[in-house]
């Protein structure tokens, strides 16, 4: 509904005409709502209810949007009641000029869901303009011979309005010579005719002065004057005839400016300058010229039938005597197919979901053709292969929407050309390019670059060192594409897990928590879990194998032969009679590395006789290599070293003490002589640091001792009576028993002769001494001879330790038997030197070897003078390295020897059985 109200005193005189308009609407979208208001309406006037045409409540309004889409803004539509509002000015003659019928057409756009309506609202005329002549006065001359009822053209008014509101008649003041008649022209418009009720006479009155009145239709009526000035002139008898009262011609509206339009004609019977006929235009134009001698009519501007479809004209012909014919010139425009089409857009969506349903709409399109008939109707396209479709809506009026499914990680955006091509002969077409955005929409899961992972990492590898990485591409934006990682699952338990490895939530670095040991862990299986932050969350797994690859890190270990308790070797029998060949042990051994680093092989470090036996490179069993010769001893003692085959190898020694015997009990005297192992390497680094010592200090005192007797003998010879012959204060045993400090077990008398010669001899021990005692010359107080200590006598029996009988439960453990690398559990020991065991050897390799020099020979496999210690250092390490101090000393200056006079030990303390184990002796300190 609509109401408005019109100007001067428009409202008085008709307060009920526009009280109610009619509102008239379709829920079909292909109908229209239309509404009637008059024009002129004050801004803010309500033109009816649009939300309750459209059946929409008050309460969707906010969120429904309702709003008016239009070229002009016109009208608008109020958020709180939802009326259709006047928001501009609304002149009729100015938006229709002189159609009959005006209405503005538009479209209400409602949302969520998108949709919208055609609206027509049509525009009343309301008389609000004056009928207005071109000019206040104007003036016309009539010949005194003119008779009456001859009929004048005059001048007519314009209005702006339509219908009974535009000009109506023409009405003329009072006049006895002349009348007005209302005349219409084929599109209705009115025209005054001036007839001449009666003759002239110039003589009499040459002017006369008339008023002109224009009215319309209007209630109330509105009018316009001009004044009228007719001059009589002298007598022209006849006057200009046209050919023709109208002319009428039809023209394109392409046609170039200067084209010949028509031509007007007219006649006048009179002679000489009457008969001279001039053609002008009535009311001077800007559109065509007329040529005023010819009557020719040329378009000087271009033609357009959108702005104007017709001109009407009045074309007079004055011949000399002024007298005026007039005739009407109507050009009627042809339209031409001139104007392309326009396309506007309206409610675009330029961002759309990639999951969006097909048949959603995207954009409402209006296409507009300013050509008429068939050259303005329009066609609308698509063009290009496009997921989407252009559906006509109404007159004019298309929707896009989606057509296909739509996927933004394969094309992002899209340029959308909408072609709109008129039915005109050529057609004409516009096409317009608009750019719609791909809203992405996580609908894409995490990738991992491959199928599984396989890495491989070797041991012992540094905390926090990445082992490997884990790359996975999710092809959506923003969060839906922001990968991060996690461990998820693996073959060992959480707390486990966590303690090996970790994964960066980022990169997908694998980090490894700890070092591995390929003997605890050989391979790892894990489940990585690549996550991206859409809503939902989308995600994938990988596998990743994590195998840990070995190093040379473990020693052998040594099973059999095994230690006692206490640390000391253990012994195996071989028969006497045992043939070449005799498979007399066998050294098992184990390494925890795997490969080539677990392959192990056999050497012989050292050997009391090294053809005796031999060693299998890689079974490790001891075979007899020849028969037991009368030469050979009964105790034979062997070491083992087991090397791994690693880069560099680890290694491992185990020592076989084997007595040649056909019996236990046979076999247990020899037992006791054999050296027992230290129990600490710490006691061995001991003994060779006191060893070192006392060396040197002897070294020492020996040179000063050297200097001081050439010095006393080439200055005072008698100086040396304390050295004569039986001034020793004791002629027994001088070492005491105690050998704890560390020297080796031998024992000195010293005896000076006045020959000059001086020996060194092993002595019986007649009594212990103390450890503190010395020998003291006689004659010289200051003289001190430290004592040598001795752990053994050479010829008292009393002085030896009776030997333990053996022990009644002498039988071998199960532990002690040999047997596979997998029977027995023997303890690890470590590589050459930092072994406990190979020290102790080490110390009693120096010991034995240091006791067996006194007879002469050694079996330690190491040849005469290197205590077996070449097999352990090389050749290059000898007995000359390690003083010995039963050589013979010479003291320059004097004819005193220290002599060695080695004496066989025939006595040895054996060790007792103690345990269910059989020990080759007990452990004795030096």
Known sequence: MGSGAGKRGWAPRRPGLFACLLSLFCLALSEQIRYRIPEEMAQGSVVGNLATDLRLSVHELATRNLRVSSEKPYFAVSAESGELLVSSRLDREQICGKKPACALEFEAVAENPLNFYHVNVEIEDVNDHTPKFTQSSFELQISESTPPGARFILEVAEDADIGLNSLQAYKLSLSPSFSLINKEKQDGSKYPELVLEQPLDREKQSYHRLVLTASDGGDPPLSGTTELRIQVTDANDNPPVFSQDVYRVSLG????????????????????????????????????????????ITTLN?????????????????????????????????????????????????????????????????IHDRDSGENGEVNCRLEGEVPFQIISSSKNSYKLVTYGALDREQTPEYNVTITATDRGKPPLSTSTTITLHIADVNDNAPVFQQASYEVHVAENNPPGASIAQVSARDPDLGPNGHVSYSLVAGDLEPR????????????GVVFAQRAFDHEQLRALELTLQARDHGSPALRANVSLRVLVGDRNDNAPRVLYPALGPDGSALFDTVPRAAQPGYLVTKVVAVDADAGHNAWLSYHVLQASEPGLFSLGLRTGEV??????????????RLLVAVRDGGQPPLSATATLLLVFADSLQEALPDLGDAPAPSDAQAELQLYLVVALALISVLFLVAVILAVALHVRRSSRPAGWGCFQHGLCVKAGPVGPPNYSEGTLPYSYNLCVAHTGKTEFNFLTCSEPLSSGQDILCAESPGALFPLCNSSESTSHPETLTTQAPPNTDWRFSQAQRPGTSGSQNGDETGTWPNNQFDTEMLQAMILASASEAADGSSTLGGGAGTMGLSARYGPQFTLQHVPDYRQNVYVPGSNATLTNAAAKRDARAPAGGNGNKKKSGKKEKK
């Open 302 to 366: 271009t033609l357009d039938f959108e702005a104007v479809k017709e001109y009407s004209m009045v074309v007079e012909g004055r011949d000399g005597g002024g007298l005026v014919a007039q005739c009407t010139v109507e050009i009627s425009v042809q339209d031409e197919n001139d104007n392309r089409p326009d396309i506007t857009f309206h409610s675009l969506v330029k961002m759309i979901l990639e999951n969006a349903e097909p048949g959603m709409l995207i954009a409402l399109i209006k």
């Open 253 to 296: 509206e392409n046609v170039p400016p200067g084209t010949t339009v028509l031509q007007v004609s007219a006649t006048d019977q009179d002679e000489g300058a009457n008969s001279e006929i001039t053609y002008s235009f009535y009311k001077t134009g800007k559109v065509f010229s007329l040529n005023s001698k010819s009557g020719e």
């Open 496 to 507: 486990a897990l966590a303690s090996y490895v970790s994964v960066s939530a980022q990169s």
């Open 623 to 636: 075979r007899t290599a020849r028969a037991l010769g009368e030469r050979d001893a009964a105790r034979q």
